[in-house]
Nanobody
Framework: QVQLVESGGGLVQAGGSLRLSCAVS????????MGWFRQAPGKEREFVGG????????YYGDTVKGRFTISSDNAKNTAYLQMNSLKPEDTGVYLC????????????????WGQGTQVTVSS
C-alpha cells in the first residue's frame, strides 16, 4: 500500500517562498507519477503540477507556471513543490497524489493521496 505524507506548509507573506515535501512509502517510487493539487475554500480542487518520477518530466498548471517548481529525489522517495513569488490566491490545502502511470490533471486518475498541508499567504 502506497502512503504519502506531505509537510512544509505554513503561513508566509505575499512574495515569499515555501517548499512542500511529499514522502512516499510502500511502493516503487520510480514507477510513479506524482501530482500536486490544491483546494481552496469554496473552490474546486486545482491541478498545480506533476512529475513523472522515472523520466523527470514536469507539468504545471497555468496559474503557477514560472513561480512553482516540482522535483523529486529518488534516493529519498520524496517529491517536492518549490513555491516562489507566492500570492494570496495561492492559499489552500495542498495535496500530493500518486499513480502508477502518467501525470494527469484530473484528480480522479490518482490512486493514492496524502493528508494535505495548509498553505496560507497573507497580503
Amino acid at each position: 500500500q502506497v502512503q504519502l505524507v506531505e509537510s512544509g506548509g505554513g503561513l508566509v507573506q505575499a512574495g515569499g517562498s515555501l517548499r512542500l515535501s511529499c514522502a512516499v512509502s510502500g511502493g516503487t517510487f520510480t514507477y510513479l507519477a506524482m501530482g500536486w493539487f490544491r483546494q481552496a475554500p469554496g473552490k474546486e480542487r486545482e491541478f498545480v503540477g506533476g512529475i513523472s518520477v522515472r523520466g523527470g518530466r514536469t507539468y504545471y498548471g497555468d496559474t503557477v507556471k514560472g513561480r512553482f517548481t516540482i522535483s523529486s529525489d529518488n534516493a529519498k522517495n520524496t517529491a517536492y513543490l518549490q513555491m516562489n513569488s507566492l500570492k494570496p490566491e495561492d492559499t489552500g490545502v495542498y495535496l500530493c497524489a500518486a499513480v502508477s502511470g502518467v501525470v494527469s490533471i484530473n484528480g480522479t486518475d490518482y490512486d493514492y493521496w496524502g493528508q494535505g498541508t495548509q498553505v496560507t499567504v497573507s497580503s
